[in-house]
């Protein structure tokens, strides 16, 4: 009986999917506020001469599992992006603070495409900042975040149909604790 068990228990988890997760977000860098950004590196170890006010967008994420993650930004043709990885927070007044990996152009230079892999862990907060390589680069883009665990993208702060929620549980939560049962006695 005993082995029933365990094999039926071994067939949960090798059936268990997986629970990788794609992201795709679209953003625009017009009329986003500037910033001097850093050179392309692992980390980044110095700011740009050329991207000295880049406009910039940022998006804010975390992630389930840790692991290898892959970054890709596309802008579809219209100018040459630039995308940078922070970790914890992003402070676009020490722009080498945080950061984890830059890069200008990925797959022999197609200036279109910018992005890396970088190892995350779990329960982090990490920011994703996409740029122009120049000043006078700015524009839509397509960022797309894939790893093995689910990426959860935005803030910490829930949303107003989250805090309904939250307040309405606990006032359930409340008012049981708070009734009592009738006691009898007995004589």
């Known amino acids: 009986m005993n082995m029933k068990i365990a094999l039926a228990a071994l067939a949960l988890i090798i059936a268990t999917p997986s629970l990788a997760d794609t992201v795709v977000i ?3 860098t017009t009329g986003g506020s500037t910033y001097n ?4 590196g692992t980390p980044p170890s110095s700011l740009s001469g050329v991207g000295t006010a880049v406009r910039y967008d940022t998006t804010a994420f975390s992630v389930s599992s840790a692991g290898s993650y892959t970054f890709t930004a596309v802008t579809p043709g219209s100018y040459d992006g ?3 990885l922070y970790s914890g927070s992003f402070d676009p007044g020490n722009a080498l ?9 990925i797959n022999g230079g197609n200036f279109n495409t ?3 892999t970088a190892n995350l862990l779990a329960g982090t907060s990490y920011f ?4 122009g390589f120049d000043n006078l680069d700015f524009g839509s883009y397509v960022l797309t975040i894939a790893g093995p665990g689910t990426i959860s993208v935005g803030g910490a702060v829930p949303e107003p149909a ?3 929620l939250m307040i309405g549980g ?9 009734r009592r049962r009738p006691v009898t006695v007995t004589a």
């Not at 994703?128 to 740029?131: E, N």
């Open 170 to 178: 606990f006032g359930l939560v409340g008012n049981a604790m708070r």
């Open 114 to 116: 910018s992005g890396f």
């Open 97 to 105: 603070a945080n950061a984890i990996v830059a890069n200008d152009d």
């Open 128 to 131: 994703a900042v996409q740029t």
């Open 82 to 84: 630039f995308l940078t």
């Open 37 to 40: 950004r850093p050179l392309a």
């Open 162 to 164: 989250a805090w309904a």
């Open 26 to 28: 679209n953003g625009d």
